[in-house]
């Protein structure tokens, strides 16, 4: 009799173990090093400026441009890690951000250094796709809103890292220095993860069960559970549903009756999400030089206000599990509109920076644990793309939001650009709340297609 290797279950029942350590470490550090790269932008732009190497226009054009390179990367993520897997897709765009990173630092002039942008942000949307859906692949349902928190830190310390690294570079070596550091980290990153396995969930749902199983031994082994030896009499042989599994599913099925409120909802959380970060984040250096502080001022409350990228996803790491993913989402989602709300009241140096520290936690809270939650509004076998559309909407969208903030902090002061940040988070957590999307492998099996319902056998009780 054919083993069915039945990869959701074992997964999900496994203790966490030195695989689980391993793998958080090396997805981490994928995290760290796009967060770096990604983040750096806010204090090389705001450096850019008294030297004349940039104006505002070009830093609009510069970020529009990582956003579109993002976009692509999170479309081209989700096709290529649901059609060829999850490892090779992981490891192409480390090594392509990597590489473009290093190169970026001897762009001549500013429309290089934007095109050189655009191609190395193609390879940063993908990692963000990829990380955290491996979460997703390999770690117990019961374990991974920690997980996703852990995640958030490591991306956490890219962003505040990225900030204070900024503080102390530019002004000594120049903002070419902070391109080196990220590409040749990212570039280590890639050399210490060419060894992680394939997800044992997509392997299973592609009809490549022998390998799905030798995937699943080891990862047992590592964390002291035995295999099973017969397959489980409640599953269907596997050469009953060989061919079924080995079917690729056309990104279409996003679209269809059963699954199009789960897409539009995940475009909803990611939208905003991202927004919400990329405006709090983006744009504070700038927001103080034009206030009337020094570059070395204003990166050093960017790096003190950037730590709560550090608090946030740590309040998840802890919390999450016992809360729950649904209710981090409506806490998180709710505190950042409400200090969004009275940041641009906070006129002494020390609020300023409580304040900004909380709002940045909060919002780092909301986009660790939105991105890491609407991977499960998806089966394994169009996980990816469901989480990669999402994700490419979302940075379509920020393509014009340079330009949205630039015109709203022209007429409007801080006041409107933060108010408006406030009032995204207000809808996206009412959406949230109402929407109660059930992600349980029991609702999953409803959409799967043919034959991926043997990887929806978890605890039906369970929510997102």
């Not at 689980?20 to 770096?36: K, T």
């Not at 070009?58 to 956003?67: I, K």
């Not at 099973?228 to 099925?253: F, G, L, N, W």
């Amino acid at each position: 009799m054919t083993v069915h290797v039945n990869a959701s279950q074992r997964l999900d029942n496994l203790p966490i173990g030195k695989f689980h350590r391993r793998m958080a470490l090396l997805v981490g550090l994928g995290l760290f090093f796009d967060s770096f790269d990604n983040t750096l932008s806010s204090a090389v732009l705001a450096s850019m400026l008294p030297t004349g190497f940039s104006t505002l226009e070009l830093n609009s054009l510069f970020l529009s441009a990582t956003f579109a390179g993002l976009a692509i990367g999170a479309a081209f993520s989700g096709w290529l890690s649901d059609r060829i897997g999850r490892g090779f897709a992981f490891q192409f765009n480390l090594a392509l951000f990597g590489i473009l990173a290093v190169a970026a630092a001897f762009a001549p002039n500013m429309e290089v250094l934007i095109a050189l942008r655009f191609l190395m942000a193609v390879g940063m949307g993908a990692e963000y796709v990829i990380c955290y859906g491996m979460i997703t692949e390999f770690f117990p349902r019961s374990h991974r809103g920690r997980y996703l928190g852990l995640l958030g830190i490591f991306g956490g310390f890219g962003v505040s890292l990225s900030s204070l690294v900024g503080f102390w570079v530019i002004p000594a070596f120049s903002w070419r220095a902070m391109f080196i550091i990220g590409g040749v980290g990212a570039l280590i990153a890639w050399w210490l993860r060419r060894s992680m396995p394939e997800s044992p969930r997509w392997l299973e749902s592609r009809g490549r069960h022998e390998e799905a199983e030798a995937v699943l031994q080891k990862i047992e082994r590592e964390s002291g559970v035995q295999s099973p030896k017969t397959s489980p009499p409640a599953i269907a042989s596997v050469a009953a549903t060989k061919d079924q599994q080995a079917e690729y599913v056309p990104i279409t099925v996003l679209f269809s009756s059963s699954v199009i409120r789960r897409t539009l909802l995940a475009l909803v959380l990611t939208v905003i999400c991202l927004f919400g970060s990329y405006s709090v984040t983006g744009w504070m250096p700038t927001f103080f030089v034009k206030q009337g502080m020094t570059v070395t001022s204003s990166l050093g409350f960017n790096a003190a206000i950037m730590s709560g990228y550090v608090a946030g996803p740590l309040l998840c790491m802890l919390l999450a599990d016992r809360l729950g993913r649904r209710r981090s989402i409506v806490l998180s989602g709710t505190l950042a509109a409400v200090f969004a709300g009275i940041y641009p009241f906070m006129t002494e140096p020390a609020l300023i920076i409580a304040v900004g520290f909380i709002l940045v936690a909060m919002a780092a809270s909301f986009l660790t644990m939105c991105l890491g939650t609407v991977p499960e509004f998806f089966p394994t076998a169009f996980r990816f793309r469901g989480g990669g559309l999402a994700q490419t909407v979302g940075r379509i969208c920020l393509i014009a939001s340079p330009f949205i903030v630039l015109w709203l902090f022209t007429n409007f002061g801080i006041f409107g650009v933060i108010l408006t940040v406030s009032g995204f988070y207000v809808a996206a957590t009412t959406i949230f709340a109402a929407a109660r999307i059930d992600t349980s492998d029991d609702a999953l099996a409803q959409i799967a297609p043919a034959g991926d319902h043997a990887n929806a056998l978890e605890d039906p009780k369970a929510r997102a």
